[in-house]
């Protein structure tokens, strides 16, 4: 089983910053993606940023300029950097990795984090 621990959420005043983390374990070799969607209540997870293995992004059109993503591959740990935060920002953020590689080299999909909530509120 990979553990996924997402942390940095919380309340900012529009125009701050915040930076979310997402610590990935579990005997883990290697993680080709790593990712960040967003959820309202009642509506569809959607994406807000990928990395892949090899360093190349993916951002969704409304994350593009204030939003970088990152991971250290060598933690398994993934970051999302935001900034210049706006109240349409406020959602809950999952972390997901897909194509997971354990050190006993079995292959597994997907997981997803429990989530953290960011409001941006003034």
């Known amino acids: 089983q990979v553990q996924l621990v997402e942390s940095g959420g919380g309340s900012v005043q529009p125009g701050g910053p915040l930076r979310l983390s997402c610590a990935a374990s579990g005997n883990i070799f290697s993680i080709q993606e790593m990712g960040w969607y967003r959820q309202a209540p009642g509506n569809q997870r959607e994406l807000v940023a990928r990395?892949?293995?090899?360093?190349?992004?993916h951002y969704s059109e409304s994350s593009q300029g204030r939003i970088t993503i990152s991971r250290d591959n060598g933690k398994n740990v993934l970051y999302l950097q935001m900034n210049n935060l706006k109240p349409e920002d406020t959602d809950d953020y999952y972390c997901?990795?897909?194509?997971?590689?354990?050190?006993?080299?079995?292959?597994?999909?997907?997981?997803w984090g429990q989530g953290t909530q960011v409001t941006v509120s003034s």
């Open positions: 990395i892949f293995s090899g360093g190349s992004t």
């Open positions: 997901n990795v897909k194509n997971i590689t354990r050190r006993s080299m079995v292959s597994e999909y997907e997981y």
